[in-house]
C-alpha cells in the first residue's frame, strides 16, 4: 500500500519558516520525481517546487529564492523549507510522487495546512 504522509504544517506569523516532510512507503522512492503543491481556497491547486530523481530542483516563480525543496533517499523522504513566508503562501501544501519510467504511477499525499497571519 502506497503512503505519503506530509507534516511540519501549521501557524507561522509573516517572515517566519516551516518545514514540511513527506515520508513515502509502498513505492521506490529513489525513482519517483517528487513534488510539492498547494491549494489555497477558491483558488486551483498549484505546482511549487520540484525535484527529481537526480536532485534536479525547480521553482514556481512565487516561491523562488524563499523555499528550497530537496530529498533524502535513505530516509524515503522529500522536504520543503520554507522561509520569509508571506500570507500569500497559506494553503493545504501536497506532496507528489510520479515515476515515469516504466509503468507511469502517480501518489498523492492527505496535504498539511500552512497558514500565515500577516
Known amino acids: 500500500q502506497v503512503q505519503l504522509v506530509e507534516s511540519g504544517g501549521g501557524l507561522v506569523q509573516a517572515g517566519g519558516s516551516l518545514r514540511l516532510s513527506c515520508a513515502a512507503s509502498?513505492?521506490?522512492?529513489?525513482?519517483?520525481?517528487m513534488f510539492w503543491y498547494r491549494q489555497a481556497p477558491g483558488k486551483q491547486r498549484e505546482l511549487v517546487a520540484a525535484?527529481?530523481?537526480?536532485?534536479?530542483?525547480n521553482y514556481a516563480d512565487s516561491v523562488k529564492g524563499r523555499f528550497t525543496i530537496y530529498r533524502d533517499n535513505a530516509k524515503n523522504t522529500v522536504y520543503l523549507q520554507m522561509n520569509s513566508l508571506k500570507p500569500e503562501d497559506t494553503a493545504v501544501y501536497y506532496c507528489?510522487?510520479?515515476?515515469?519510467?516504466?509503468?507511469?504511477?502517480?501518489?498523492w499525499g492527505q496535504g498539511t495546512q500552512v497558514t500565515v497571519s500577516s
Open positions: 507528489n510522487a510520479k515515476k515515469v519510467v516504466g509503468r507511469t504511477t502517480e501518489y
Open positions: 509502498g513505492i521506490t522512492f529513489s525513482i519517483n520525481a
Open positions: 525535484i527529481s530523481t537526480s536532485s534536479t530542483t
